[in-house]
C-alpha cells in the first residue's frame, strides 16, 4: 500500500475540527489507518482474477471509485465485475453506491503468448468511515501468479450466474453498465426515474416495479411512456425500452414538510445478442422537497404545468393565450415581424387589407401548428426542440435564405415559380394564389422552429406536463393556445401593412427596400449567435448602413417627409459607424455599441461543466465547505441567456448577495451527448434554466428559473432559494 496514510492526520484534524493535539490523538485513536481498513488478497484460476476485499465494521467503500487494471504487457482484463451493492446517502458525494465488509471484484483476464504469468494489477479503492472520515483514494501494486494451463476467459456468466445461448457473444456489460439507474425528487409529490440503458441493450416494461416501506406514504401508478414492441424468445411478445427511460411516480404522504422516502426498485432487461440477466433490484432514499401547504415556493413552471392537469380546459386555454400575448413582444419573437412584412410587401402595390389579413392568418396558423406538433413530439421523446434547430449548418442555411429575400426586395432579382409549373398550375386552377399561402404557411413553419429560440415558463410547463404524464391532448392544447397569442400582435401588423401599404409608385418600391433591410437585420440577428460578440456587431452594421442609404433616397413629395426620412437615414448611418468603431474598440453590445469605453460593469464569474459527473464533485466539494451553489444552463444562440448575462447577472447588488455562493455554468450550445445526459438528467427543455443548491448539497427543485429574469426579482428568490426564506 502506498504511504497515503500520511496525510491522515491532516484529514483528522480538518473532520474533527477539535483544538489543539488532544484532537488529534483522540482522532487517531478513532479512525484505522487506511492499511488496515482497505485490506485485500488475490487470487487467480487461470481465466479471471478475483480480488477479495475485506472491511472492519463502520467502513465502507464507493463503487464509482474502485478500480482494477493489469500492468502487465500482454495481460488484457475484460469487463469488471461487482457483486450487489448498497445505496448509501454520502454526505460528500451525494446518493452512490457502496460496499460493506467482504466483497469480491473480479474479472476475466487472458494471456498473449509470452506473456510473464507473474500478473501485476494496478489497484484502486475509496471509502469513509460512518463516523465521519473520508479517506484519500488509495493506490496499490498487487501481483497474481496464472496456473500453467489457463482455461478459457470467464465471461459474464461466470459474473452474472445468467444462462446465455449457444454460440452468443462473452463480452457482455455488468448490469449497473447496461441499465443506470438514478431516481430523485420532481417537485413535494413526484420522483423522476430515470434508466440509461447501453445501445444493444433493453428493459422489459412488464418487469418494473416501485414500492416503499416509509410509513405514511403511498405511491401512486407508475407513468411510463410508450415503448416498442418486441417479440422476445424468453417471454414472448414484450413491450420494451432502449437507450432511456424516464418514469414519473407520484405518491402522497402525510404531511408537508421535507423527508425521505425509501424506495425498492425492481427491474430486469436482456442484451440483444442473445443473454437475459436476472431481476435487478435497488434500494434508495428520495428526499422530498416541502410542499406547498408548508408555505414552500412554487415556481411560475411548476404552477403552470398543475394549472394544465388539472385546471379547467377552458381557463387553461386563455391563460395560455394571455400568456402568450405576452411572449410576443419578447426578443425571441419580435423578429418575427420583419418576415411577416416582408413577405406581404413583397406581394406588391395589390394587396388589400383582406387579403393582408389572409396572408397574416396563413402564417401565424403554419407557426402554431408547427410550434404545437414539434413541441409535443420532442417532449414525448424527451428532446430539446430549440437545441435541435440551432445547429450552426441550419442556422446558416436560413440565415442565407433571408439574405436571399432581402436582395430579392431591393431589385436584384426576382423569387417566382418556374413558368412551366405555373402554367401546370394555371390549368387545373387559379393556383398561384393558393401557392402564395402554402409558401407564407411554409415560412410561419420555419420561423416557429429557427426564430423562437427562448423558452419561458409557459412552455417549460406544457413541454413538462406532455413528457412526464403522457397527457397529449391537455399539453398541446396549451401550447397551440400560447402559439395563437404569440401570433396575435402579428394578425395586427400584417393587416395594418395591408392598409398603410402604398399602392403604386416610387414609394413601393421604397417601402419594399426597407422590408429587405428588416431582412438583413434578422440574418444579422441569426449570424450573431454563431460568431464572437466583436465580430456581431459588424454584421449589424450592414443592415444599418444599407438602411441609411435607402432612406437617404427617399424622394417623397411632401419636403416635411423628405426631412424626416433624410434625419433617419442620418441616424441609421451615424449607428451603423458607431457599430464598426464598437468593434474595433472590442465592444459586444449592439444596443450600446460604445458603452464599454466608459467602463462595463462586470459580470458573475462561472466556473463552466461539462457533465454530471463534474457538477457531482463541484456540489461535493461546496457542501464540504458549507456553500451554496447556483447552476446556469447557458448557450450562445439563447437569446435570453444574454439578456441574462448582460442585464441581470452584471447588478451589483446581486452579484454583493451571490459573493459567497459556488457559481456554476454548463453551456450546452454543442447539444452533444453530454449536453443531452446533464438535460435529461435535469428534466430540462432548454437555456437559460437556473438551478440552485442550498448548503446541504440538495437542489431547491421547487426554485428552479426558466428564462429571463429581472435581477431585483432573480436576488430575491436566489437567497431566499440558497439561504432560507427569512433571508436578505
Known amino acids: 500500500m502506498r504511504q497515503t496514510a500520511r496525510l491522515l492526520p491532516l484529514l483528522l484534524l480538518l473532520a474533527l475540527a477539535g483544538p489543539g493535539g488532544s484532537s488529534a490523538r483522540a482522532a487517531e485513536d478513532r479512525f484505522l489507518p487506511p492499511e488496515q481498513v482497505f485490506t485485500y488478497t488475490v487470487t487467480s484460476d487461470g481465466a479471471g482474477v478475483t480480488v477479495h476485499w475485506k472491511l472492519p465494521g463502520g467502513y465502507y467503500a464507493y463503487k464509482s471509485r474502485m478500480s482494477l487494471q493489469s500492468a502487465t504487457p500482454g495481460a488484457t482484463l475484460g469487463p469488471v465485475g461487482y457483486p450487489r451493492s448498497e445505496v448509501h446517502k454520502d454526505d460528500y458525494f451525494g446518493a452512490q453506491e457502496v460496499f460493506r465488509g467482504a466483497f469480491d471484484v473480479t474479472a476475466p483476464i487472458s494471456l498473449s503468448t509470452g506473456a510473464a504469468r507473474n500478473v501485476l494489477l494496478k489497484l484502486k479503492i475509496q471509502g469513509c468511515a460512518d463516523a465521519g472520515l473520508c479517506y484519500p483514494p488509495q493506490l496499490t501494486d498487487a501481483k497474481v501468479e496464472m496456473p500453467a494451463a489457463a482455461p478459457a476467459a470467464a465471461g459474464i456468466d461466470a459474473i452474472l450466474g445468467a444462462?446465455?445461448?449457444?454460440?452468443?457473444?462473452?463480452d457482455f456489460l455488468p448490469p449497473d453498465d447496461a441499465f443506470r439507474f438514478d431516481a430523485f425528487a420532481d417537485g413535494p409529490d413526484r420522483v423522476r426515474l430515470v434508466w440509461q440503458i447501453a445501445n444493444g441493450y433493453y428493459l422489459y416494461r412488464s418487469r418494473l416495479a416501485v414500492e416503499t416501506t416509509t410509513a405514511r406514504t403511498v405511491l401512486g401508478r407508475l407513468q411510463l411512456p410508450p415503448g416498442t414492441q418486441k417479440s422476445d424468445e424468453y417471454f414472448g411478445k414484450q413491450e420494451i425500452y432502449q437507450r432511456e427511460l424516464v418514469a414519473e411516480l407520484p405518491l402522497a404522504r402525510a404531511g408537508d414538510a421535507a423527508s425521505d422516502v425509501l424506495l425498492a426498485v425492481t427491474y430486469q432487461g436482456c442484451a440483444e445478442a442473445g443473454l437475459c440477466y436476472p431481476p435487478i433490484h435497488k434500494s434508495l432514499h428520495v428526499t422530498l422537497p416541502r410542499g406547498a401547504g408548508a408555505g414552500a415556493f412554487v415556481s411560475e413552471q411548476d404552477r403552470l404545468a398543475n394549472l394544465i392537469r388539472s385546471g379547467n380546459l377552458a381557463l387553461v386555454l386563455a391563460t395560455f393565450f394571455g400568456l402568450g400575448l405576452l411572449l410576443a413582444f419578447t426578443p425571441c419573437v419580435l423578429p418575427m415581424v420583419p418576415i411577416l412584412s416582408g413577405i406581404i410587401a413583397g406581394h406588391g402595390s395589390h394587396v388589400t387589407t383582406g387579403r393582408a389579413f389572409a396572408l397574416s392568418l396563413v402564417y401565424v396558423l403554419g407557426m402554431a401548428i408547427t410550434y404545437t406538433v414539434a413541441g409535443a413530439l420532442f417532449a414525448a421523446a424527451g428532446q430539446q426542440v430549440q437545441a435541435v434547430f440551432q445547429?450552426?449548418?441550419?442556422?446558416?442555411?436560413?440565415?442565407?435564405?433571408?439574405?436571399?429575400?432581402?436582395?430579392?426586395?431591393?431589385?436584384?432579382?426576382?423569387?417566382?415559380?418556374?413558368?412551366?409549373?405555373?402554367?401546370?398550375?394555371?390549368?387545373?386552377?387559379n393556383r398561384q394564389r393558393a401557392g402564395s399561402f402554402i409558401g407564407v404557411a411554409v415560412m410561419g413553419a420555419l420561423s416557429a422552429l429557427i426564430i423562437t429560440t427562448c423558452v419561458a415558463p409557459p412552455l417549460v410547463a406544457t413541454l413538462a406536463v406532455i413528457g412526464q404524464s403522457g397527457d397529449m391532448v391537455r399539453g398541446a392544447a396549451a401550447l397551440f393556445a400560447m402559439s395563437l397569442g404569440m401570433g396575435m400582435p402579428l394578425l395586427i401588423v400584417g393587416a395594418s401593412a395591408g392598409r398603410l401599404l402604398p399602392r403604386a409608385g416610387a414609394w413601393m418600391d421604397t417601402v419594399k427596400q426597407l422590408f429587405g433591410v428588416m431582412m438583413l437585420a434578422v440574418a444579422a440577428w441569426m449570424l450573431a449567435r454563431l460568431l464572437p460578440e466583436r465580430w456581431a456587431l459588424l454584421l449589424w452594421a450592414v443592415p444599418a448602413l444599407i438602411g441609411a442609404a435607402v432612406l437617404w433616397r427617399m424622394r417623397p413629395a411632401r419636403v416635411a417627409t423628405r426631412t424626416l426620412a433624410r434625419a433617419a437615414g442620418v441616424a441609421a448611418a451615424l449607428y451603423g459607424m458607431a457599430l464598426i468603431a464598437g468593434a474595433a474598440a472590442g465592444g459586444s453590445d449592439p444596443l450600446a455599441p460604445l458603452a464599454h469605453l466608459g467602463g462595463a460593469p462586470p459580470t458573475l464569474a462561472f466556473k463552466t461543466i461539462k457533465s454530471l459527473d463534474d457538477l457531482n464533485t463541484e456540489v461535493a466539494a461546496a457542501h464540504a465547505h458549507g456553500a451554496a451553489v447556483l447552476l446556469d444552463f447557458y448557450a450562445d444562440w439563447c437569446v435570453s441567456c444574454k439578456e441574462m448575462e448582460r442585464y441581470t447577472f452584471s447588478d451589483p447588488v446581486l452579484q454583493k448577495a451571490l459573493s459567497g455562493v459556488v457559481l456554476l455554468r454548463a453551456d450546452v450550445t454543442k447539444n452533444d451527448a453530454a449536453d443531452q445526459a446533464l438535460l435529461k438528467h435535469f428534466g430540462i427543455f432548454g437555456p437559460p434554466t437556473i438551478a440552485f443548491y442550498g448548503t446541504d448539497g440538495r437542489e431547491q427543485r421547487a426554485f428552479r428559473v426558466v428564462g429571463y429574469m429581472k435581477a431585483p426579482e432573480f436576488g430575491a428568490l436566489a437567497r431566499q432559494a440558497l439561504f432560507g426564506p427569512h433571508a436578505t
Open 163 to 170: 444462462h446465455r445461448p449457444a454460440g452468443a457473444q462473452r
Open 391 to 429: 445547429q450552426p449548418w441550419i442556422v446558416v442555411l436560413f440565415a442565407l435564405l433571408f439574405i436571399a429575400l432581402a436582395l430579392s426586395m431591393f431589385g436584384l432579382f426576382t423569387l417566382q415559380v418556374p413558368a412551366a409549373i405555373q402554367t401546370r398550375l394555371a390549368q387545373v386552377s
